[in-house]
């Protein structure tokens, strides 16, 4: 497939097709995800989501967007919003940093609106017309979630038509399986609890998630 994705934003956009993973910090207070972050960008992977909570205030999830993007100022960490379901969440994630939204759900006036403010869009979908839908609407990437029960079988079939549209595997993807998706066709994938280890991290067990960032880095090396 082509990972070849769109001209404008190139460089956010390149810098995830070229880094691949994005580590999923989901439900973790301030500090805990900024030592979660910390500790995956020390195990080499350079991309971060911080999904909305939809039961909580936009604060509770942009407070650490920002914290995190002001941490990572140089560049070599990005930081993305995900779980984005609405214009006024897409607005309060690029206020707070936030480099690309990352959605579970098709919605055009999402997608327009990061597109509008200059975002790389990564909206989330399923079946082919909702992946091609997203794409005609602005996506950069197309992520295909959840793709833990289609697995990269779905991904691989998919090619055949809709090759020229960037996708992403999220969803159970994990270290004896992460090359299949990306030999499917897949260009990135989202990686939650399988790198960001809530035992770990409740253990402060940080080391040990800097150990797991390092094995999918060094597996896709």
């Not at 207070?29 to 020390?42: H, R, S």
């Not at 499917?184 to 067990?205: F, L, P, T």
């Amino acid at each position: 497939g082509s990972c070849k994705g769109r001209e404008d934003k190139m460089d956010v956009l390149e810098r995830i097709l070229g880094k691949k993973i994005i580590a999923i910090i989901r439900g973790f207070k301030l500090d805990e995800t900024l030592k979660t972050a910390d500790a995956v960008a020390a195990g080499g992977l350079g991309l971060l989501e911080v999904p909305f909570d939809q039961r909580r205030p936009l604060a509770y999830t942009t407070d650490k967007i920002k914290a995190l993007a002001d941490r990572y100022q140089d560049g070599q960490v990005l930081v993305g919003a995900g779980t984005v379901l609405t214009v006024g969440q897409v607005r309060a994630a690029r206020e707070a940093g936030a480099a690309y939204i990352i959605t579970p759900t098709s919605r055009e006036d999402v997608i327009k609106e990061t597109k509008a403010l200059g975002m790389t869009a990564m909206p989330g979908a399923m079946t082919p017309s909702e992946i091609e839908q997203c794409y005609r609407w602005g996506a950069d990437i197309v992520k295909v979630f959840p793709s833990d029960h289609l697995g990269a079988g779905y991904i691989r079939a998919l090619q055949g038509p809709l090759s020229y549209i960037p996708l992403a595997a999220v969803g159970g993807v994990d270290l004896d399986n992460i090359l299949d998706f990306f030999k499917a066709g897949a260009c990135c994938v989202g990686i939650g609890g399988n790198i960001v280890n809530r035992k770990m991290i409740e253990a402060g067990d940080y080391r040990g998630i800097e150990n797991l960032a390092a094995a999918y880095a060094a597996k896709i090396r």
